[in-house]
């Protein structure tokens, strides 16, 4: 997932992606909203890692809009906290997972299959409209990073509420919230790495800038 190179930064952010933050805010909060409650009925480990995801990206987007305007600098600052927070979401849905699996309980399936479906077509809708903007800045990347990977999570949602209906047992749904944990940590490295190489370009962009200011 990682990625060595990074775009240089643009003088003005582009309106383009403003607005598709917005759009992506809007559909994540009612996102949360919706597999939050669907979460509890069903009792699925997977939906619950999905919707608190979805509001965890939801404060990333809020981040994004609020350093848009910055300087790179402000703006791979603001990609580490995201990535920071992408890791340890999934170390958080990895604990969730381990302690359900000592409690034995089975989620309902057919919420899990229906509200999965609901999400991959509110994800999809993002990622197609942050898709033209995944190769740029860091920060431009964290929020790509978070639609894909929502996308996937919705996917594997599915498949598990099929092996839950299968199987009869919660192990379907257990194994996709390690994977989405898996991911979330993955993505959130990659996230941080990029960020780190972003603050550091602008910093010898600055001090070049200053000593060119001194001469």
């Given at each position: ?15 383009r992606f403003r607005k598709a933050l917005w759009f992506a805010l809007w559909v994540n909060l ?63 849905v990895l604990g969730r997972a381990a302690w359900v699996a000592q409690t034995g309980i089975t ?34 990347r964290s929020v790509w990073l978070c639609s894909r990977n929502d996308a996937i999570g919705n ?61």
């Open positions: 997932m990682a990625c060595s190179c990074s775009a240089p930064e643009p003088k003005q952010p582009d309106p009612a996102m949360f909203v919706v597999e939050g409650v669907a979460s509890l009925q069903s009792g699925s480990v997977s939906l619950l890692a999905d919707a608190i995801d979805f509001f965890g990206d939801s404060a990333n987007y809020v981040l994004s809009l609020s350093v848009l305007s910055m300087g790179m600098l402000w703006r791979g600052r603001a990609a580490m906290i995201k990535g920071i927070t992408m890791a340890v979401f999934g170390i958080a989620p309902e399936p057919f919420t899990m299959g229906a509200i999965g479906l609901l999400a991959l077509a509110a994800n999809v809708a993002v990622a197609v409209t942050l898709f033209k903007f995944r190769t740029g800045d860091s920060d431009m996917v594997a949602v599915m498949a598990a509420a099929v092996g839950v209906f299968g199987t009869g047992t919660a192990w379907p749904d257990l194994a996709v919230a390690t994977i989405m944990g898996l991911l979330a940590i993955s993505a959130g490295v990659s996230v941080v790495r990029h960020a780190r190489d972003d603050i550091h370009q602008a910093k010898v962009d600055s001090s070049q800038g200053a000593g060119l200011e001194v001469r």
